[in-house]
Structures are given as structure tokens and as C-alpha cells.
């Protein structure tokens, strides 16, 4: 699986964004992807899953009320739309890819970071 990811930027307290992740490869069907993200000196953190299908998603209770993932199936991209953006959401945003029906240390096939960077 290729992941190609975008949508970064800066933006003010309160904005929103929407990251895109585009997937390429075979049986895309199989695979979850995750959105993850990596503040400086932090551990990277995962935020939300969607299934290829789109039916199954799962968000971390820290973001779960301002973000939300969706897919498009025809385009084959997962997109993290985030709103009410709060300067602690400065990170650089990754998405990935599973396995379906494996834990989240499988998350194994990573697209490249895109930087979000919210001023106060």
C-alpha cells in the first residue's frame, strides 16, 4: 500500500482543516487506515480508523468531537476533516494503513507527515 497524504498548513484557533490521504495498491479492501499525529518531544499519538468500506470508524476520546474521517471510495482517499482547531493540535499529521482485524501496532504502511501548525 502507497499512501500519499496532504492538507497541512497554518491556520488560527478555531479554524478548520481537512487532511487527504490518498491510497494506491492492491486489495485496498483489506486494509484499515489510521490517522495519527506527532507533536515535537511528544510520542506520536493515534487519533481515528476507518474501515476501506467506510462503515467502521473509531476516534480517541481526545478528538473525537472535533474530528472526523471519512472515505471516498471512487478516489480511494481517507480524509481527516478537523474543526475548532486549538494551538495544542500543532503537530504533523500522518496517515497509515492496517491490516484488517489486526491491533493498532500493525499500522505498518505510512504516508508522509504534513505539518499543521495552529496560532493562538
Known amino acids: 500500500v502507497q499512501l500519499q497524504a496532504s492538507g497541512g498548513g497554518l491556520v488560527q484557533t478555531g479554524d478548520s482543516l481537512r487532511h487527504s490521504c490518498a491510497a494506491s495498491?492492491?486489495?485496498?479492501?483489506?486494509?484499515?487506515i489510521g490517522w495519527f499525529r506527532q507533536a515535537p518531544g511528544k510520542e506520536r499519538e493515534f487519533l481515528a480508523q476507518?474501515?476501506?468500506?467506510?462503515?467502521?470508524?473509531y476516534y480517541e476520546d481526545s478528538v473525537e468531537d472535533r474530528f472526523t474521517v471519512s472515505k471516498d471510495r471512487a478516489r480511494n482517499t481517507v480524509f481527516l476533516q478537523m474543526i475548532n482547531l486549538k494551538p495544542e493540535d500543532t503537530a504533523k499529521y500522518y496517515c497509515?494503513?492496517?491490516?484488517?482485524?489486526?491491533?493498532?501496532?500493525?499500522?505498518?504502511?505510512w504516508g508522509p507527515g504534513t505539518q499543521v501548525t495552529v496560532s493562538s
Open positions: 495498491g492492491r486489495a485496498l479492501s483489506n486494509y484499515f
Open positions: 497509515a494503513a492496517k491490516i484488517r482485524g489486526s491491533d493498532r501496532t500493525a499500522y505498518g504502511f
Open positions: 476507518i474501515s476501506w468500506s467506510g462503515s467502521l470508524t
